[in-house]
């Protein structure tokens, strides 16, 4: 059973750090991608970042890019979002999903299985 959960969230000041887990089960990480999305209160689900499963290629959206860093530890099989210099608009439940595929996809109807999210509130 392909399961995703994430954790790691919280509450931090602004310019601060956070570094959130996803750890997966029923299936080898390392061999897929892996994203990361945001929901902010009243907006839709947007893509944060991804990390391919076939050479590790990490892709950020504009908003979060020499922010946000990806990391894979595969003994763990578990996916790392290092968040540094929070803003208080980076405020948003943040999921991870998978698309079991090795490829990070463009079209977020893509990704099939997901988290159950974690809060992360930047205060100003």
């Known amino acids: 059973q392909v399961q995703l959960v994430e954790s790691g969230g919280g509450l931090v000041q602004t310019g601060g750090s956070l570094r959130l887990s996803c750890a997966a089960s029923?299936?080898?990480?390392?061999?897929?991608?892996i994203g990361w999305f945001r929901q902010a209160p009243g907006k839709g689900r947007e893509g944060v970042s991804c990390?391919?499963?076939?050479?590790?290629?990490?892709y950020y959206d504009d908003s979060v890019k020499g922010r946000f860093t990806l990391s894979r530890d595969n003994a763990k099989n578990t996916v790392y979002l290092q968040m540094n210099s929070l803003k208080p608009e980076d405020t948003a439940v943040y999921y991870c999903?998978?698309?079991?595929?090795?490829?990070?996809?463009?079209?977020?109807?893509?990704?099939?299985?997901w988290g159950q999210g974690t809060q992360v509130t930047v205060s100003s």
């Open positions: 029923g299936f080898t990480l390392d061999l897929y991608a």
């Open positions: 999903a998978t698309p079991l595929g090795s490829s990070c996809p463009i079209r977020r109807a893509d990704y099939v299985s």
């Open positions: 990390i391919s499963g076939s050479d590790g290629s990490a």
